[in-house]
Structure formats: C-alpha cells, structure tokens
C-alpha cells in the first residue's frame, strides 16, 4: 500500500465529521464534501480483512449503501489509524463512491475515490484511489458475528480517547448515559453534547452532535453521523461531516 494511505483496523461502520482543531486554529486538508446518489437496496453488514500491505479493515455497510471502513497500522491490527466513510452507489454487484473522505486519527485527511466488487454478506473487495494517482486494495468477508443488534444499554459507558479534524486533533474523554445522551468538554471551554439512537444493525447508531461555547473551531457545528461500537464492545467510533464545512470530524476512545 503506498505511503499516503495507512489502512488500519477496518471494523466497518460509516459516519462523517468529528474532529478537531486547536484554540481558534483553522483546520487544514479538508475536501470537497461530495457524495454520491444513494441506490437503496437491501445490503447491510461487517466485513473484516486487510490490505494487501498488512493493514487489517473492518468495513460496515448500511441498508441505505451508507458505509465506512476502520484501518489499523501495517501489521498491527489493535492499533487503530483512520476511516474512510461516505455514501456509495451499489449496482449488479458493483459498489462505488466518489466523494469518500479519508481521515487519519492525526488530523490528515483527504477525498478519495472507492471502487468495489460486493457480494452480500460475502465478500466486499476493492480498490481505494488517491489524489496523487496512487492507489490501494482490500479484501474482507462477511462476518455474522459481528451483525450484533446495538442496545443503549450496551453503548454506554466512559470512553477515553481522541477526537481530529483536518489538520488538528485532541484527547477528549466522552460520557455515554444509559439513555444515548454523549457529554464531553473541548479545549477553549467549547463542550460537546449528542443523542444517540440504535441504527439496528452491526452495532451502529445514528448520533446527532452538536458543540457549543467557547472560541473553538468546532463551537456552534452540527455532526449527524455514525457511531460504531466494536464487536468486543471497549471501542467506540464516531465518524462524521460537520454541517457547515462539511469537514470530515472522526472520534475513537476506550472504556475498561
């Protein structure tokens, strides 16, 4: 896999825009935000496999062609890198998408281009092409395992972790109410707070995340996006757009 794509642990769930930037800084490597015209067709599921340079995937893909794709370190599938998400297009058993955005748990981010083989609740393989002509490919299978139906009760919990925007990230440490109410304070007195609801499918949840106060690059932002709890159930993920930017925000913490 070429250098500018790092495709770390891929449990697969789409979402779009959380992350963020320091004090007041602006944030960089944004995008343009595209999507693709949804074909909706009845697929949904998690995929599991890896690159062709070792990096391990986790891949979810949504009744409504919704999708992500979570990336590990080369060689290192506990570690964790960065998702690529967006909306794609599925047809005759071919999967795309056009506008996906790929960002890195560092705050480095880019739009790329997904072009995929699906069989349903088989195989997802593909390939993911950048914007300096280099490209990368993965292979995954379907895993029934991890079609876990998600609960609240099962999501909540105290997650301590990291949350990035293009060019900027920070540790935030995330509360989940037993009820789907998410709370978390921001650097430059900036707090965010969401609302989360069972998508039905592969441990995911629709979340809605809004951040307000203080002078921080994300105050007054709205994410509606994606949450996705891992099959051992330690690891959240959220993965976003931000409503007015349309920047890529992305989170992942840890509970005990």
């Not at 930037?21 to 697929?43: E, M, R």
């Not at 340079?53 to 979570?70: A, C, K, M, R, W």
């Not at 976003?240 to 992305?250: D, H, K």
């Amino acid at each position: 896999m070429h250098t500018d794509f790092t495709f770390r642990t891929l449990a697969i769930m789409l979402l779009s825009g959380l992350l963020l930037t320091a004090c007041g800084g602006g944030s960089g490597g944004s995008g343009d935000g595209s999507t693709q015209t949804t074909t909706k067709v009845t697929i949904d599921g998690f995929y599991a496999g890896q690159t062709s340079s070792g990096e391990s995937v986790t891949g979810v893909i949504l009744p409504d062609n919704s999708y992500f794709l979570l990336y590990s370190a080369v060689n290192d599938p506990a570690s964790f890198a960065g998702a690529i998400f967006g909306q794609g297009t599925s047809q005759n058993g071919s999967f795309s998408s056009a506008g996906a955005h790929d960002i890195k748990l560092d705050g480095s981010a880019q739009n790329i281009t997904l072009s995929a083989s699906l069989d349903s609740k088989k195989t997802f393989n593909g390939t993911l092409a950048y914007p300096n002509n280099t490209s990368a490919t993965f292979t995954t299978s379907y895993h029934a395992g991890g079609d876990s139906a998600p609960t609240l009760a099962a999501l909540a919990g105290v997650y301590t972790g990291t949350i990035a925007i293009p060019g900027d990230a920070e540790p935030l440490t995330l509360t989940v109410a037993s009820d789907g109410t998410m709370s978390a304070p921001l650097l430059c007195e900036c707090n965010l707070s969401a609302i989360a609801q069972p998508s039905g499918t592969s441990n995911t949840y629709r979340v809605m995340i809004e951040f307000a106060g203080g002078t921080h690059i994300l105050s007054g932002q709205h994410v509606d996006g994606t949450a996705y709890l891992d099959v051992d159930g330690k690891h959240l993920y959220l993965i976003g757009l931000t409503n007015s930017s349309q920047q890529p925000v992305i989170y992942v913490g840890t509970r005990p």
